[in-house]
């Protein structure tokens, strides 16, 4: 996926689910109630169960959803949910050779950044969007929106302390998009496997986006 087919699906959809799960089937379950409530980009963690083979799952239950890849730290991980199937790469920070890879095999790549610096250098390596990481280290909504006078010129996806709750306010302040995952999925709703209440949160995520493009 080229850079501008990823910025309009990015655009488009506006929030990024995280999975990390210790349980396969886990996963599966935690994104087919994200993407029942309406989300449409599924981020499995490579430090989740078996991650490739959830990817490569996903891609054939979910087909009206981009599923990805996230939390790659090396060129054996990210060829590894190439093969698996991922449509888009996160990486937690600026690696060129990550970013190099993910471009010669046209697939989207949001590598991690918080220092105008880093955000700068991954966006000229050739990422196709920059994930401000962790974004409420340095304030937030505040943050994204301080970014935006220089760096406006560069799409940002923070993460890292985006809620169900200020996602909105994220979205406001200039990003392109949002990515979340304790907020959908809080522990205790996954202790009980209540997929309801997840579906719930991604349904009040997408109606809140919607309200701001209205």
């Known amino acids: 996926m080229e850079r501008k087919v990823w910025l309009t699906v990015a655009s488009q959809f506006r929030g990024i689910a995280v999975i990390r799960c210790d349980q396969w089937k886990l996963g599966w379950h935690m994104a087919k109630a994200v993407a029942d ?3 449409r980009l599924i981020e499995v963690t490579w430090n989740s ?18 599923i990805g890849a996230g939390t790659l730290l090396t060129l054996e991980q990210m ?4 093969a698996a199937g991922a449509q888009f790469l996160f990486t937690p920070h600026v690696e060129p050779g990550l970013i190099r ?23 000229q390596a050739g990422a196709s969007s920059v994930k401000v990481f962790p974004v409420h280290s340095l304030g937030g909504v505040e943050y994204i ?9 560069i799409p940002l996806i923070p993460t890292g302390g985006v809620t169900v709750k200020n996602a909105p306010e994220f979205l406001k ?32 995520l997408v109606e809140s986006w919607q309200e701001i493009e209205a």
């Open 37 to 39: 409530g309406g989300m």
């Open 49 to 66: 169960d078996c991650p490739a083979e959830l990817i490569h799952q996903l891609r054939t239950d979910l087909p009206d959803c981009w």
């Open 79 to 82: 060829r590894a949910a190439i």
């Open 101 to 123: 890879l993910a471009v010669e095999r046209e697939i989207a790549v949001v590598p991690g950044a918080l220092s105008p610096t880093e955000i700068v250098q991954a966006w």
């Open 145 to 153: 929106r301080s970014l935006q006078g220089p760096l406006g010129q």
């Open 173 to 204: 302040a200039g990003a392109i998009a949002v990515g979340l995952s304790g907020s959908l999925f809080p522990q205790t709703v996954l202790h009980e496997q209540n997929w309801h209440e997840i579906t719930r949160r991604a349904q009040i």
